[in-house]
T-cell receptor, first 116, second 114 residues
């Protein structure tokens, strides 16, 4: 069965500092990986996704993530955070949609706090 | 383009009451999903549908029912509300006809059972 681990429940970063959020997955085949962001009281918004090709994926809002198969990781990074980045971040894994319905498995999330 | 719309946004129920959480999407997506999100947990899949007239159980279906009579609508029904069903519920949709498309989420329904 597929699973996702986000080891950091809560991270605090100074505005302007760099950010890395960790995500480790378990999946038997080629994974389909996502990062979503959730602002308070809102639904989930897709930041970026990986399914094949270049292992460094660029997303919206200046975020990027790197797929490392050898480490079963898909960490999210941003070189300089802004106060508006404060939110909950979810990593998710699913089967490739080319093989049918993709049911996502989500991690438990990492809450990001930005301090001035 | 409204995307995925969920109603109501908030609701308080008494134990044993029933209600339907509404979800509609205007993107003509064939795949739709219902998740619940509990504090400190990721999203758990309740039910999903691959098209009108077709539904299937997800990871945590007990206590819920769904129907999919049209492409646009995917309501979630709670027949006998229990405190364990206090949660935030998210509906999502996806176009499987276009490869590599992500799920689009609604803003959620916050449900409290007292």
């Amino acid at each position: 069965a597929q699973s996702v681990t986000q080891p950091d429940i809560h991270i605090t970063v100074s505005e302007g500092a760099s950010l890395e959020l960790r995500c480790n997955y378990s999946y038997g085949a080629t994974p389909y990986l996502f990062w979503y962001v959730q602002s308070p009281g809102q639904g989930l918004q897709l930041l970026l996704k990986y399914f094949s090709g270049d292992t460094l994926v660029q997303g919206i809002k200046g975020f990027e993530a790197e797929f490392k198969r050898s480490q079963s990781s898909f960490n999210l990074r941003k070189p300089s955070v802004h106060w508006s980045d404060a939110a909950e971040y979810f990593c998710a894994v699913g089967a490739s949609p080319n093989f049918g319905n993709e049911k996502l498995t989500f991690g438990t999330g990492t809450r990001l706090t930005i301090i001035p | 383009n409204a995307g995925v719309t969920q109603t109501p946004k908030f609701r308080i129920l008494k134990i044993g009451q029933s209600m339907t959480l509404q979800c509609t999407q205007d993107m003509n997506h064939n795949y739709m999903y219902w998740y619940r999100q509990d504090p400190g947990m990721g999203l758990k899949l309740i039910y999903y549908s691959v098209g009108a007239g077709i539904t299937d159980k997800g990871e945590v279906p007990n206590g819920y029912n769904v129907s999919r009579s049209t492409t646009e609508d995917f309501p979630l029904r709670l027949e006998l509300a229990a405190p364990s069903q206090t949660s935030v519920y998210f509906c999502a949709s996806r176009d499987q006809g276009v490869s590599n498309q992500p799920q689009h989420f609604g803003d959620g329904t916050r449900l409290s059972i007292l």
